[in-house]
């Protein structure tokens, strides 16, 4: 049997390439539907709403599709995480009320939590909102990628923290366990350039090219060795502001909004995850609402990073008198 000939390709359309009158226009679209949306999405438009396990099984389902920080595996692991010492919260619009468009979850605890995995454990311990004196956000999920343009985060983090302190009156402190998606990859790539202050390289165990190397093994978390040196070069990371911007993105977010770097917590989140993306490690960020306006002023007009005296005893920065 013949095998019939492949028709010749036709030849590719030439590439317009564009002009700068035209480049200049799509700028301009581009502003003009941020504006659009930003108007139709206003905060003050929006409602926000508590999501408890009793919601209809539709809006929970969209909840284990949209969580972009900490996947949920289960209904069991869904309806841990909306238990009586548990917060989710969302923003509706009103034309379209049974889809969220950004989601936080919280636990109810005493004292700051330096671990993920107590925060997810369905078998820890129940405890009484009543009794609790701090609230974590663990977990913000924006669920609608065409907003991205628009920062409904920050307005959430606010009104959240308002409805805390209004239904929670003992709640002492606003804090996160936040992971630092970019921190290994500079990590790594820090170490291998050798761009090392003076004060990381005395904390280094081996040579910058052995850490590199040992980090990027699969057991490196049983190195304690290493834990000077990574939390302190991570203190840097999160510190560092280029062009008006945090180098770590969800950095950037948290102090953008006025938050203030409180503590790096060594093997926080020692899953593969956690591993890939931030050697483990997890930062509480703290919001403080009488400093916030201020913080967030003095973030974006000066690029300061608020910190705790732990974190800049990591950068080796004389304490504030």
């Not at 129940?126 to 985060?153: K, R």
């Not at 409805?163 to 630092?180: A, E, G, H, N, Y």
Request: hydrophobic residues 45%; aromatic residues 6%.
């Amino acid at each position: 049997m013949t095998t019939p000939e492949r028709p010749a390709a036709a030849p590719a359309a030439p590439q317009t390439p564009i002009e700068p009158d035209d480049a200049s226009a799509l700028v301009a679209l581009d502003i003009e539907l941020k504006a659009q949306l930003a108007t139709l999405f206003d905060v003050g438009i929006l409602e926000l709403r508590r999501i408890t396990w009793d919601a209809p099984a539709a809006l929970l389902e969209k909840l284990i599709e949209y969580e972009a920080v900490h996947a949920i595996g289960s209904w069991a692991d869904l309806k841990n995480r909306l238990d009586s010492d548990r917060r989710c919260y969302a923003f509706f619009h009103p034309a379209i009320t049974t889809e969220p468009l950004v989601f936080v979850e919280i636990a109810l605890t005493t004292g700051i939590a330096c671990e993920l995995a107590p925060l997810l454990d369905a078998l820890a311990p129940e405890l009484d909102p009543d009794h609790a004196d701090t609230a974590v956000f663990y977990s913000i999920s924006n669920c609608q990628p065409g907003l991205a343009g628009v920062n409904l985060g920050t307005a959430l983090i606010e009104q959240v923290v308002d409805r805390l302190r209004r239904d929670l009156p003992k709640l002492q402190r606003f804090v996160t366990l936040s992971p630092i998606p970019g921190y290994r990859a500079w990590l790594e790539a820090t170490l291998l350039a050798d761009d090392l202050r003076p004060h990381e390289r005395a904390l280094l165990p081996a040579s910058p090219e052995r850490v590199a190397a040992r980090v990027s093994h699969h057991a490196w978390d049983t190195d304690e060795a290493i834990e000077p040196a990574v939390v302190a070069m991570c203190a840097r990371y999160l510190t560092t502001v280029r062009d008006g911007r945090a180098l770590d993105p969800v950095a950037n977010f948290h102090l953008s909004n006025g938050a203030l770097i409180q503590r790096i917590n060594w093997l926080a989140d020692p899953s593969e995850i956690g591993r890939d993306r931030s050697a483990g490690l997890m930062a509480n960020y703290v919001y403080e609402p009488d400093h916030i306006a201020e913080r967030s002023e003095a973030f974006a007009t000066r690029a300061e990073v608020p910190m705790s005296n732990a974190v800049r005893e990591l950068l080796q920065v004389k304490k504030a008198s």
